[in-house]
């Protein structure tokens, strides 16, 4: 069945975007609904949503009057991968304005370059300062896989690394940022190895540099509790300090004006306006990359690859579902052996459709963003995604409508009820109080955006409204499971179908993987929208070192990019390549053991020298990589340190700990090495591109 609202026949060059993560759901308690539809009532939207979207802009914050602001101006900074980041700074945006600040945000991107690659970092970070108070900076910074900058900040923390003497040859200028004032929060998981790594080098280096640190460093785990890390840390730590700073301990009738100032019995002003035309052809826009919001080129950038073949590699006796996946990259995109791929997918129909009518929206129209009355400079506005296109193209392609809620998103649409029982409700749930009940309704629900609009029929927005509180879709990455050497214009993915069965009863599925599942299923949706990410995984330059491949499930997507690649240097290059050595596992040989016809087919050939399985399921006791490597510790050590074999690992987070682990045992025991020796031993492997991780959460 063909799409409808104009998603996918537009004449317009689109993007579009995806969530990356799984969840929808139903609330598990009852709220009141009306059958009929509210009449509206927008004069009852609270002061905070005035408050939030008056007061955020990016531009100098020169031009604030000092008596609503009499904190002064305060500059908020992200590194931001998913996005994460990126939202709380709005919930730090809204909070400034409550506590007398006046905010900026700005993507670390954005900051002007002077050539090389260098801000011009001192002129950005002060603004602000003046001779009665030092610039105030808050830093919320994302780390990316094993210990990387998001891709945002890759400039910023090369300076900072150069600055405060992280390099080689580096030296300390301890005055590079005299007269700054930050905090710093890092978004982070705890499972993986490199905790936080990018916030604890922010944190560390400003310091360095001649700024003052107003709290100590927060480090927020998204193992556990992010979000409450996040509130815990603005609440209690941050603001307290800032205000008693900057405004001082006895301002608080100051602060009590400045909200009631604000106070709106009508729609505040919006950062987004709508335009309705006639016609969609006649009225296309450009865009300069200036133009564009920097953390959502990608829907700008990508481009539209044609579905050439998709093939179940799982037995049909498993319930679960593994796609093998081709595209035709021909004259689209140029990529490298194992690199990612992101992949910008599309809500479902019914998603669009039950959002559209439950906000009155016609998903027909045609319309076109632009800065709204909150935008004061206009010159200065970014374009979220492009436009003129359809409502319903815009609900599909660029806002998440099933993906997982955080306590804010609730306190937020409370702003926008007519109704007390929806507001009270969700009012409750986004406080600390209603921390358990938020977990037990919403994420354990597997609640998203459009259930809450339904459970809460009260919320009425405008298009442009709805637009400024909705999360963007993110793109999902998949690691390219085929050599550029020898599939040129084609791309491979390994991809497993995400299903969850929800307290209902009903199946969710994932937003990303439903959309790439679509097109096996109809042939006339036979392409996605996607764009190239540089991967770690690298083949040795020297070709004759040996190579030990982790991957179980589908983490061996790279190893069999990294296969054809070796089979394509011996059998066509005539090349002398290293041994290969893979590992692999899964839960049994004849339901999930996948590309194994392949992994036959190296073998026989010569390109895969050895190959260790763990089906975990085939027997009593359960089998796993890791427990393999341990078993072949003699020859490991002897490929790594008489040899110089690289080492790859792709797949689960835990399952990575754990093959990490085997190797320092590994290391300490062949090597006759202390635990510390043999982790230090393995962290110079890291460091000389030896040992490399893809690992996912």
Avoid at 122 to 146: H, K, N
Avoid at 464 to 477: A, G, I, K, M, T
Avoid at 641 to 658: E, F, N, P, S, T
Wanted: include cysteine; proline fraction near 4%.
């Amino acid at each position: 069945m063909a799409d409808s609202f104009g998603i996918f026949t537009t004449n317009v060059a689109l993007a579009s975007g995806v969530a990356t993560a799984i969840f929808g759901g139903a609330l598990s308690y009852v709220l009141y609904k009306k059958s009929n539809k509210l009449e509206d009532d927008r004069s009852r939207l609270a002061p905070s949503v005035a408050a939030s979207e008056a007061s955020i802009d990016t531009s100098s914050g020169d031009d604030f009057d000092p008596l609503v602001y009499p904190g002064g101006l305060i500059n908020i900074y992200f590194g931001s991968q998913t996005g994460t980041a990126e939202d709380f700074c709005g919930v730090l945006g809204r909070d400034a304005a409550h506590n007398g600040f006046k905010a900026r945000i700005i993507n670390l991107e954005d900051v002007s370059v002077d050539g090389g690659g260098n801000g011009d970092y001192p002129a950005e970070l002060l603004q602000g300062a003046s001779e009665e108070r030092a610039a105030c900076s808050i830093f919320l910074m994302a780390t990316y896989g094993e210990g990387d900058p998001t891709d945002n900040v890759e400039d910023f923390i090369q300076v900072l690394k150069e600055r405060s003497g992280k390099t080689e040859g580096g030296e300390v200028d301890p005055v590079y940022l005299k007269g700054l004032d930050y905090a710093v929060f890092g978004l982070g998981n705890v499972l993986y190895e490199n905790y936080n790594a990018i916030g604890k080098l922010t944190d560390y280096a400003l310091e360095r540099l001649g700024a003052n640190r107003i709290i100590d460093l927060c480090l927020g785990n998204d193992d556990d509790d992010l979000e409450g890390d996040f509130d815990t840390w603005r609440e209690e730590k941050l603001w307290p300090a800032v205000v008693e700073r900057y405004i001082g301990k006895n301002n608080a009738t100051t602060q009590n004006s400045t909200k009631m100032q604000i106070t709106t019995t009508k729609l505040p002003p919006c950062e987004y306006a709508i335009e309705f035309l006639d016609d969609l052809a006649a009225k296309v826009s450009s865009y300069s990359e200036h133009s564009m919001l920097t953390s959502s080129k990608h829907y700008f950038t990508s481009v539209d690859c044609a579905v050439t073949s998709c093939r179940e590699l799982r037995s049909s006796k498993d319930r679960g579902s593994t796609l093998h996946i081709e595209l035709n990259i021909a004259g689209s995109l140029t990529y490298e052996t194992a690199d990612n791929l992101g992949i910008l997918p599309v809500n479902d129909i019914s998603t669009i459709r039950r959002v559209a009518q439950r906000l009155g929206y016609d998903v027909d129209a045609i319309v076109r963003t632009g800065p709204g009355e909150a935008v004061k400079k206009k010159e200065s506005f970014r374009h979220p995604f492009p436009t003129p296109c359809t409502v319903g193209e815009i609900l599909g392609r660029y806002c998440d409508l099933t993906g997982p809620l955080r306590r804010s998103d609730l306190k937020i649409l409370s702003n926008y009820t007519t109704d007390e029982l929806d507001k009270t409700s969700l009012v409750r749930m986004s406080s600390k109080e209603g921390k358990n009940e938020f977990q037990s309704k919403v994420v354990d629900g597997m609640l998203g955006l459009v259930d809450i609009l339904e459970k809460c029929p009260s919320i009425d927005m405008p298009l442009e409204y709805f637009l400024s509180v909705c999360p963007r879709l993110q793109p999902r990455y998949y690691t390219i499971s085929s050599s550029s050497l020898v599939n040129p214009n084609s791309v491979h993915l390994t991809i497993a179908i995400t299903k969850c069965r929800r307290s209902d009863g009903s199946i969710l599925g994932g937003t990303c993987t439903s959309h790439i599942a679509s097109r096996a299923v109809d042939p006339a949706l036979n392409s996605l929208r996607v764009f190239l990410k540089e991967s770690s995984f690298r083949l040795p330059k020297d070709c004759t070192k040996p190579i030990i491949m982790i991957g179980p499930g589908t983490g061996i997507a790279p190893m069999r990019a990294l296969l054809q690649e070796r089979s394509h240097q011996r059998l066509v290059l005539k090349k002398k390549v290293g041994k290969s050595t893979l590992y692999f596992g899964c839960k049994n040989r004849r339901i999930d053991f996948i590309y194994q016809n392949e992994l036959d087919i190296f073998q026989k050939e010569g390109t895969l020298n050895s190959l260790h399985l763990a089906f975990s399921r085939d027997q009593k006791q359960k089998v796993y990589v890791q427990d393999l490597l341990s078993k072949n510790a003699s020859e490991t050590w002897n490929i790594l340190d008489r040899l110089g074999g690289h080492v790859y690992v792709c797949g689960g987070v835990a399952m990575g700990k754990d093959v990490v682990r085997a190797f320092i045992d590994i290391v300490a025991c062949e090597g006759q090495r202390t635990n510390d020796e043999a982790k230090t031993y393995i962290s110079q492997m890291q460091q000389a591109g030896r040992f490399v991780q893809e690992l996912w959460a």
